[in-house]
């Protein structure tokens, strides 16, 4: 509020000193400039405290406990593009009173996962799991809050932190979809332990809750409520260095570490107006088409973009380099943060068709999934709603993948998926449903990718509309 206020005097005693009344929109265009760099800066922010917040309100799960989908995700779960193909397991953590220990097991037979640790930022810790740090043996990672100094215990890594906050994803591998495989991979995951270093001799019982059935909604809500999420996170964290250029921008939002946000009316419909051009924004940059993956003319991306993964990989500690925009852009349809992306899984993104047309819920597409792609656990594709970036709301299935023993092969190997609002005849199994009032995009996941998927030595076909 400091800038409006500044302006307000200016305006009152600008004729005293022989200037021109300076107009009310100059200040409301420089707040609403302001606001709408605060939702592209903020955005990771926001998708994590949304999350967050769902589960406080919608579960009976709290931070330090583990909330889990006991089955493969349907579209109940609305998160940002998540994977119907794995078992889902969610720990948010905060280390304001000391480190957190996430006690992650060892592969077994038939049973291993896939884990992301990051801070409330997004920012990638570590990966954890049969493709990360540890390399299926499990591990005690120990998650520090800034500054922390001290000598951990033999045995535990350390994953220091420049805030507080933070969650771990942990995906719980499916051998298949069929009931047994499901219950042993829940089985599996509930052997992981969270707790306080401080209780690592003796920790007590991890508490899990399983979320399945309820309406888990954390998509971007793109109203004034945005900057109830962020004000959230600017005051319970700790200011990052390179952050501090947004303090006194935020400031003049009414957002301040230490005071009430309490935006007045006037404010409230700056606001709204600025989050209605921070998300045509953001949409016209990712309707614009991340960068090619497979090809110079590959309708499949990268899921993000190049500098991003860079930088993330590096703890946004480059001399020269800090997307911010393209951050907020990925935070706007994705969530979590791969420390090593395409050691443990790699994604692909596809918004349109090969002849360039967006994706209709009401057209019948197929994609030809070449043979023997160089994966070292599975694949997948799963289709989303264009609009929230969540799993296409009721609808019976959300993906296809290599875990299915019932997908129908064609004779060089190949495998024909199909997206539409009615399964084309014979093809049920193949089959991926869609909305057909809304459009929507694709992602193709390639778990434990091997060399020959980087060298571009198996190619994914472009997605083509048939039956016109």
């Given at each position: 509020m400091k800038f409006?206020?500044?302006?307000?005097?200016?305006?009152?005693g600008g004729a005293a000193f022989g200037a021109e009344r300076i107009p009310q929109q100059i200040a409301d265009r420089e707040i609403g400039r302001k606001a709408v760099q605060a939702v592209i800066w903020g955005m990771p922010a926001v998708n994590y405290d949304l999350m967050r917040q769902e589960m406080l309100s919608k579960t009976p799960g709290k931070v330090g406990q583990v909330i889990y989908w006991g089955r493969p995700l349907d579209w109940r779960n609305q998160t940002l593009t998540p994977n119907p193909d794995a078992l889902y397991f969610m720990v948010f953590f905060t280390t304001r009173d000391g480190p957190v220990v996430l006690d992650l097991p060892p592969a077994e037979a038939g049973a291993s996962f896939n884990g992301n640790i990051v801070n409330a930022w997004q920012l990638p810790l570590e990966d954890a799991g049969l493709l990360g740090l540890d390399k299926g043996k499990g591990g005690r990672y120990v998650v520090l809050p800034p500054g922390y100094a001290e000598k951990l215990p033999e045995g535990f890594i350390p994953l220091p932190s420049e805030v507080f906050g933070g969650y771990m994803l942990f995906r719980s591998n499916l051998k298949s979809h069929d009931d047994a495989d499901v219950r042993a991979s829940i089985d599996y995951g509930k052997k992981m332990k969270v707790y306080p270093l401080s209780a690592a001799a003796d920790p007590p019982e991890t508490v899990f809750t399983d979320v399945k059935d309820i309406l888990f909604d954390s998509t971007i809500k793109w109203d004034a409520g945005f900057f109830e999420n962020l004000n959230r996170v600017v005051q319970e964290e700790p200011w990052i260095v390179r952050d501090r250029v947004m303090i006194d921008q935020l400031a003049s939002l009414g957002i301040e570490k230490g005071k009430p946000y309490q935006p007045d009316g006037h404010m409230k419909a700056l606001m709204t107006s600025a989050i209605e051009e921070g998300r045509a924004l953001l949409e016209a940059k990712y309707g614009a088409g991340l960068p090619p993956f497979f090809s110079e003319t590959s309708r499949w991306t990268?899921?993000?973009?190049?500098?991003?993964i860079q930088?993330?990989?590096?703890?946004?500690?480059?001399?020269?380099a800090y997307p911010v925009d393209h951050r907020g852009v990925t935070y706007s349809y994705a969530y979590i943060g791969i420390k090593r992306l395409g050691a443990g899984q790699f994604y692909?993104?596809?918004?349109?068709?090969?002849?360039?047309n967006a994706f209709d819920g009401a057209g019948t597409y197929r994609l030809n999934v070449p043979p023997d792609v160089p994966v070292?656990?599975?694949w997948s594709v799963t289709a989303y709603d264009r609009e929230t970036h969540a799993l296409i709301r009721n609808v019976a299935r959300a993906s296809r993948s290599s875990q299915i023993p019932e997908l129908q092969k064609n004779a060089d190997g190949s495998i024909d998926l199909y997206f539409g609002p009615k399964a084309p005849e014979g093809q049920e199994a193949n089959w991926v449903p869609t909305d057909p009032k809304r459009n929507f995009e694709l992602m193709f996941r390639a778990y434990g990718p091997t060399k020959d998927f980087f060298d571009r030595k198996w190619v994914l076909s472009d997605v083509v509309k048939v039956g016109e």
């Open positions: 409006i206020v500044l302006l307000s005097l200016l305006l009152v990268f899921p993000t973009y190049p500098d991003l930088a993330g990989s590096r703890g946004f500690d480059e001399e020269n692909s993104i596809s918004i349109r068709d090969r002849d360039g070292q656990q599975y």
